[in-house]
């Protein structure tokens, strides 16, 4: 996926007006925008087809699928039919319900990240020990995509030890979680923010100063 300025915008705002109103403002900056169930649930699913017929944008659904085969690929179906371009899924439920999401998205020839380690601290609880099988996983099966941590560099390192330098990783954590954005840049082909943005007085400036710090 080509992404400008290996930004990715999440919208985890809550309502579609807000939503519009950002996008309004980051259109020189961003063209792919991460929506989850925050504004999902909010506005229902046709916010997926809203955005991308007001804004050129790339939209990938952050809906960390995460369930058995057969329901995982009514959602990711379900999902691309509204129109995302990509959706997001779990790895810790194992590899027949990930190829389920897998699946999906060639049959719409769409893309699917893989979630391997996630970025809060307690992730460290249960996730990051089996953080490296995931990412394996995903190599076995010949998947591209992956998102991993901003907030530990030293996982982001070894996950894209795992998946090669082929794979396209894209990192959350950047900014209110602490992680550092050129830093994650070097592991990571694509950062993810929200907040730091979002929450911004004047998102258009904090999304050009981001960017500025990236060169
Ligand atoms: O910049 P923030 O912290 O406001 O937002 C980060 C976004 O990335 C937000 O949408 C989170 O739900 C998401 N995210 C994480 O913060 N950590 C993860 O480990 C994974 C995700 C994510 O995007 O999952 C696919």
Not at 114 to 128: C, V
């Amino acid at each position: 996926m080509e992404i400008k300025n290996n930004l990715i915008l999440a919208l985890d705002v809550l309502s579609g007006k807000k939503a519009i109103e950002i996008c309004n403002q980051l259109t020189e900056y961003i063209d792919t925008i991460k929506i989850g169930y925050p504004l999902t649930l909010a506005e229902g699913i046709s916010i997926i087809g809203i955005l991308k017929e007001k804004f050129d944008f790339k939209v990938i659904c952050d809906y960390k699928v995460a369930d058995i085969d057969a329901t995982n690929s009514k959602i990711c179906n379900q999902t691309f039919k509204a129109g995302a371009d990509a959706i997001i899924c779990h790895g810790f439920v194992g590899s027949d319900s990930v190829q389920a999401c897998f699946n999906s998205a060639k049959k719409y020839d769409k893309e699917l990240f893989l979630l391997t380690e996630m970025s809060h601290p307690g992730a460290k609880e249960f996730l990051q020990k089996n953080a490296d099988a995931i990412a394996q996983m995903g190599v076995d099966m010949n998947i591209k995509n992956y998102v991993a941590p901003a907030t530990r560099l030293d996982r982001l390192r070894e996950i894209r030890n795992i998946v090669g330098n082929d794979a396209y990783i894209i990192s959350p954590g950047v900014g209110k979680q602490g992680g550092d954005a050129k830093k994650t840049l070097k592991y990571a082909n694509a950062i993810i923010v929200g907040r730091s943005i979002y929450e911004s007085d004047n998102p258009k400036i904090a999304c050009e100063n981001l960017i500025k710090t990236l060169k």
